[in-house]
């Protein structure tokens, strides 16, 4: 699916705009609630996998992470696939600063961008790449990820899920209404 969306999107290689197709999910499952920046539990683990096997012939050339060892976990398989090293965007100077230099990262590259973000910042840089405001994600969301052409407004946000279901009653959190 991501392998077309990238040939709609991406134009020829005499276009020196870059076109980026921005894939956007959550850390995987953490290993604790309590710990500041736990690791992924087994759950988790698969779930990365699971995220890998989606993404094993959509071409990514970047991946974006914020400095948590979730966030770099999740993205360690397709890392590793495709023979990236994930870039850092801290979460410094909070969610809408984060978001913005998110964008702004992705932007910087042409073909597809992995983003690993968190429950509250997903939305934020999805807005920051040009779609509508929805709300943040539930707390129990991962198995969504979101597939977004950056636009200065009115971009679409792509939904689909990957991996294992997340758990029962989260599907009324991620009905995903705009704002």
């Known amino acids: 699916m991501l392998s077309l969306l990238a040939t709609l999107f991406l134009t020829s290689p005499a276009d020196?705009?870059?076109?980026p197709v921005v894939v956007i999910v959550r850390h995987a499952e953490k290993?604790?609630?309590?710990?500041?920046?736990?690791s992924l539990s087994d759950l988790g683990r698969a779930r990365a996998a699971a995220l890998d096997s989606a993404l094993a012939d959509a071409h990514v050339v970047a991946i974006l992470v914020t400095q948590f060892k979730r966030t770099a976990e999740t993205a360690a398989l397709v890392a590793a696939r495709h023979?990236?090293?994930?870039?850092?965007?801290?979460?410094?100077?909070?969610?809408?600063?984060?978001?913005?230099a998110m964008a702004r990262a992705a932007r910087n590259f042409d073909g597809v961008v992995l983003i690993i973000g968190h429950s509250n910042t997903l939305m934020p840089?999805?807005?920051?790449?040009?779609?509508a405001k929805f709300?943040?994600?539930?707390?129990?969301?991962?198995?969504?990820?979101?597939t977004v052409v950056p636009a200065p407004a009115n971009a679409p946000l792509?939904?689909?899920?990957?991996?294992t279901p997340d758990a029962p009653g989260t599907e009324l959190c991620s009905a995903m209404t705009p704002k």
């Open 16 to 19: 020196t705009t870059k076109h």
């Open 31 to 38: 290993a604790s609630e309590t710990e500041r920046d736990p």
């Open 83 to 100: 023979h990236l090293t994930p870039v850092v965007v801290p979460t410094d100077g909070g969610v809408a600063v984060h978001a913005a």
């Open 125 to 131: 840089i999805a807005a920051a790449l040009g779609t």
């Open 135 to 146: 709300p943040d994600l539930c707390d129990k969301s991962y198995s969504l990820l979101f």
């Open 158 to 163: 792509l939904r689909a899920h990957f991996g």
